[in-house]
């Protein structure tokens, strides 16, 4: 028999962040930097402790928790509430939520030292906090979209954190304008679950999965749970970036590092990956619904693997990995290995926020020039983010025992076992994409902390070099221990964390009841089972796998090509010109947005808005109301001439009109007789 959970103590995890933000948002002047990032930090940390308690009862004495914690509304048997659903799945994403957070938030304190703004970033990043641990809490629908909604309004905020920058204003609005298109399509999901299944309630839907299952959209030929998942799914597109909903996570680097760190690699935009994983009772009833998520998710895997290679601001190198890698997760949910999705969520977590903060470290240390063509040299003036860098490196190409490693080579054997359309072109994705990860990760390695020290002479200038007095030159230096000491905890997991957890996430109990696969229609579960014989064993072999020689091909390619022969890339980049010119525009899809859509977009808005809402809706339906009513009035008003005679012989006449009207039919019979 499970053990209970107290539901106190799973509120007091979501509330904890929401009260150091109400008091460093409302009282930050009061209170001080000191007692604003005080405040905020004790929240956090008690979160991740209370956090961590929950886990452990859940994966060693199967505790669980599933039950409402506050009624809203009642609407007919449509029920309206907050709730909780404490799994395994909940309970482990609880966990990389709050200690990633908790990272940033000390992170912050040297990262943000000079900011104005500070009270309000470490308001913003609380607030940010309880929002997605509502989001992973959620036991129902109502409060999945609400902690859906909140993340993006906060990320918004955080993106758009320096307001008088206006590439920060332009990025912050277009994460918001990409992401309400995937919300649309989420929505539309929601809806068709509440009007087929009568419920928003995660338990309920799912058991009426089935009988959604035979069921055809009204007035299409097309299957209801496959468009509920596709919907379901185009929202997971908009929140993890990826293809064509990908645009905005690139440009969002414009916000602070630490929040490039908590929300582009740790939580939100993994909130996606997430939400398919918890609705893995529906998805897996469509085989349409799962081949769409595999093709999309190799596209992205590949293909925004390719743009980190021609990359020069560290920040942005970071980012188009973090792409690359949620499009392996996505990859992984089309094969059905949900687990193994977020097996690879976890631990990308936590190495993706170390580069992430090492990245923010270096750009310290260099004085704010984020090009990596000026630095080189690097590893003896900033030591330990060198070797956290490093560490973090090698467990994003997947070394073996690395926590990169176990995760990625999961979702390579799942999608190699699938039988899914789309499941060869996934499969090459991923594969390539090894060797294309390995090569983008270790140039920029390569060039920010080896070679020629290239920041004395820069050969790119950038917007803050001119603010060296007189020309003067600032050797780099390592950041303080508030910007470090995160980036040592968060290699410790980057190294072990997926050696540790493999057996009980992937072939153990602790999603047992959270994730649902049907292993007779997708059996890569079974095949990666089978053929696991240990953590250890795994790492052995690993070594003598396709993945690992690509990776180190990468690796060897990179080395060769920046530190031994660089005229060789030159030679590339000017034989291929035409490649390079579409890499630099992004596939131009920034191009097709702005030119196409837009004004497409646009045009419909400015007609929806003059013929529907100003022609219709005010010119008839309101106004044409009016109108008509005026006009009947100014007819009636005649036959009020306030004269007794004049009301009489209306009276009359009515009198003699009705028992015209009822004695007509007789008076027709007579006639014909």
Not at 143 to 148: A, C, E, M, R
Not at 192 to 198: E, K, S
Not at 201 to 210: C, L
Not at 462 to 467: M, Q
Request: proline content about 4%.
């Amino acid at each position: 028999m499970s053990a209970a959970l107290n539901p106190n103590l799973l509120l007091a995890i979501p509330l904890a962040p929401l009260v150091g933000a109400v008091v460093a948002g409302l009282f930050g002047k009061t209170v001080g930097r000191r007692g604003a990032h005080s405040i905020t930090i004790l929240g956090v940390l008690i979160a991740f402790i209370l956090s961590a308690m929950v886990l452990k009862s859940v994966a060693v004495d199967s505790a669980r928790f599933n039950s409402t914690v506050y009624e809203w509304m009642v609407l007919g048997g449509l029920k309206m509430e907050i709730g909780f659903l404490i799994d395994g799945l909940s309970a482990m994403m609880m966990c990389v939520v709050t200690f990633v957070s908790l990272m940033v938030h000390i992170y912050t304190i040297g990262y943000m030292e000079e900011d104005p703004g500070y009270q309000r970033f470490f308001s913003y990043i609380s607030l940010f906090t309880f929002s997605m641990l509502m989001l992973v809490m959620s036991n129902n629908f109502l409060q999945l979209f609400f902690g859906w909604e909140a993340v993006g309004l906060v990320s918004y905020l955080l993106i758009g954190f320096w307001y008088t920058k206006p590439t920060a204003i332009f990025a912050n609005m277009k994460a918001f304008l990409v992401n309400r298109v995937g919300d649309f399509g989420f929505i539309l999901g929601i809806g068709l679950i509440v009007t087929y299944a009568g419920t928003l309630n995660y338990g309920e839907a799912f058991a009426r999965g089935p009988e959604m299952a035979k069921l055809m959209l009204p007035g299409t030929g097309w299957m209801l749970i496959t468009v509920t998942c596709i919907c379901l799914f185009i929202g997971a597109m908009g929140k993890s970036a990826q293809f064509p909903l990908h645009v905005w996570l690139p440009d969002s680097m414009e916000g602070p590092t630490p929040i490039s760190a908590l929300i582009h690699a740790a939580t939100m935009v993994t909130a996606g990956i997430f939400m398919v994983a918890r609705m893995s009772p529906l998805f897996e009833l469509s085989d349409t619904a799962l081949s769409f998520i595999l093709v999309i998710g190799a596209i992205t895997a590949l293909f925004m693997g390719f743009l980190g290679i021609i990359q020069n601001d560290i920040k942005r190198v970071v980012a188009y990995s973090t792409l690359s890698q949620l499009g392996y997760m996505t990859v992984a949910l089309g094969a059905s290995a949900y687990s193994v999705a977020v097996f690879h969520l976890m631990t990308h977590a936590f190495f993706k926020a170390l580069l992430f903060l090492a990245a923010g470290s270096v750009i310290i240390g260099m004085h704010h020039d984020q090009d990596i063509r000026n630095m080189g040299g690097l590893r003896k003036y900033m030591p330990i983010t060198w070797i956290t860098s490093l560490l973090g490196s090698l467990a994003l190409i997947g070394t073996p025992l690395f926590a990169g490693f176990y995760s990625k080579d999961s979702i390579i054997e799942a999608v190699h076992a699938s039988h899914l359309p789309g499941a060869g072109f996934a499969y090459f994705a991923v594969i390539v994409g090894v060797f294309v990860t390995a090569f983008y990760s270790f140039r920029m390695y390569f060039l920010v902390f080896h070679g020629k020290e290239r920041f004395h002479h820069k050969p790119f200038p950038g917007e803050h070099d001119h603010h060296d007095d007189h020309g003067e030159h600032h050797d780099p230096h390592e950041s303080p221990w508030v910007v470090t000491a995160p980036l040592i905890l968060l290699a410790v997991p980057s190294v072990v964390i997926g050696y540790l957890t493999i057996q009980p996430m992937l072939f153990g109990e602790l999603f047992s009841d959270s994730i649902f696969v049907n292993i007779e229609r997708h059996g890569a579960m079974a095949e990666l089972a089978k053929g696991f014989h240990g953590a250890l064993a795994m790492a052995m072999h690993g070594l003598s796998t396709l993945p690992f020689w690509l990776a180190l091909g990468g690796v060897v390619t990179a080395y060769v090509f920046y530190m031994v022969k660089p005229e060789i890339p030159a030679a590339f980049a000017r034989i291929f010109s035409p490649v390079v010119r579409v890499l630099e525009n992004k596939y131009y899809m920034d191009w097709i947005n702005e030119t196409l859509l837009a004004p497409a977009a646009r045009g419909l808005g400015r007609g929806l808005w003059k013929g529907g809402d100003v022609g219709f809706i005010d010119g008839i339906v309101i106004n044409g109301s009016a109108r008509a009513v005026g006009s009947l009035a100014a007819v009636t008003r005649y036959f009020q001439t306030g004269y007794l005679y004049w009301y009489a012989l209306v009276m009359i006449v009515g009198v003699i009109g009705l028992m015209t009207w009822q004695l007509w039919p007789y008076l027709g019979t007579l006639i014909a007789k």
